[in-house]
């Protein structure tokens, strides 16, 4: 049954049209270089199809960082993804394949601790292709500590994506010792793909605001430092429109001068992948705020 199975799915050519790198790997079972693939480090909105049958495999939002040098997912689209047993190599492994077109993947793993699902889909970059979501917008915010912030967010209906990270400093690729230091200017922010049709900007901010102090200067609660300012990178005309109006509407509600700074958005700096829902993973409630 499983060889009629892979025969009736084989029976269609796939893999003609793809260039001698991705027929190695999604026919012939092989391997890209390790931190060689263009997705390796690579977090947008969108969804991750087959490379050789264009069937959906993988959402963005299940995507982390592991750091073993492939893009690594801790979840699979329903019915996406069939596994076998894999025995080369001297050990035994978890092969996934396309459900559609038995294309080569990666392997799977369990157990490692990385994510709460504990799963990792070790997945070839040349296996896959990214589309991205083409209804969703960015905003990026600084309220101090981002992994209080990156919670809220995460948790509100109409946000697919929320990253921890860095902005508006004067270096490239800060590391969060950098940050710490205060040498370069970054603010700790997060940064949404979020549905206007479900959330409006408008509602994003009134929670921005709702969710600390925008009146102390470079400080939330115990937390000091240029990092930890209170700041909103806007990222059309239209979110900076909407900004000016909160902000106005806001300050009547705060008996001290809001301080919040407003920029236009610049390259973001995603964080280390610990600070990656780091509330969650760690079982904490909140930050000290």
Known sequence: MGAFFIFVKMKKDYFSQLSSEEKNILKDKGTEDPFSGEYN????????ICRACDSPLYESNTKFNSGCG????DDELEDAIVRYEDISGGRVRTEICCEKCDGHLGHVF??????????????NSLSIKFISYNHLEEATFGAGCFWHVEKLFK?????????SGY?????????????CMGDTN????????????IIPYKTLLNIFWKNHNPTTLNRQGVD?????RS????????????FEKSILEHAKKWENTIVTQLFPATTFYRAEEYHQDYLNKNNLGSCRL
């Open 41 to 48: 480090d690579f977090f947008e909105a969108g969804i991750f």
């Open 70 to 73: 492939w893009p690594s997912f």
């Open 110 to 123: 369990e157990g490692e601790q990385f994510t709460a699902r504990n799963t990792r889909h070790c997945v």
């Open 155 to 163: 948790e509100t209906k109409g946000v697919y994506l929320a990253n």
């Open 167 to 179: 902005m508006g400093g004067d270096t490239l690729n800060p590391t969060y010792k950098e940050i």
């Open 186 to 197: 970054h603010a700790e922010v997060v940064h949404l793909y979020f549905n206007p049709n």
């Open 224 to 228: 000091e430092g240029t990092q930890y």
């Open 231 to 242: 700041i909103v990178f806007y990222h059309s005309d239209s979110q900076k429109e909407i």
